[in-house]
């Protein structure tokens, strides 16, 4: 119905750079709310950034500075630019997007990506 594609991980030294993306297709009407969530080893998931589709955003503290989410409505994209890596950052990487759903009535459905795995580390 609905599939949210990430890419972009892999593995970083410390203070490198990656640029993670997350493609929604399907039946999709538009899309609102798209997020970043990460999940560490161990740990709890952790919500890294927000955007609506009016292009307005959110960080975590932890990332504030270093990264930028930002959005492509045309391709139904969104991405993660990730500056001044830390090993603190390694974790799987998880988009999330409230997708209207055409097919599902215009409903408003919660879509999750399969994850893309982000290692720092030297």
């Known amino acids: 119905q609905v599939q949210l594609v990430e890419s972009g991980g892999g593995l970083v030294q410390p203070g490198g750079s990656l640029r993670l993306s997350c493609a929604a297709s399907?039946?999709?009407?538009?899309?609102?709310?798209m997020s970043w969530y990460r999940q560490a080893p161990g740990k709890e998931r952790e919500l890294v950034a927000v955007?609506?589709?009016?292009?307005?955003?959110n960080d975590a503290d932890s990332v504030k500075g270093r990264f930028t989410i930002s959005r492509d409505n045309a391709k139904n994209t969104v991405y993660l630019q990730m500056n001044s890596l830390k090993p603190e950052d390694t974790a799987v990487y998880y988009c999330?997007?409230?997708?209207?759903?055409?097919?599902?009535?215009?409903?408003?459905?919660?879509?999750w990506g399969q994850g893309t795995l982000v290692t720092v580390s030297s």
């Open positions: 955007i609506t589709s009016g292009g307005s955003t």
């Open positions: 999330n997007a409230d997708v209207v759903s055409m097919r599902a009535l215009f409903r408003h459905l919660e879509v």
């Open positions: 399907g039946s999709i009407f538009s899309i609102d709310t």
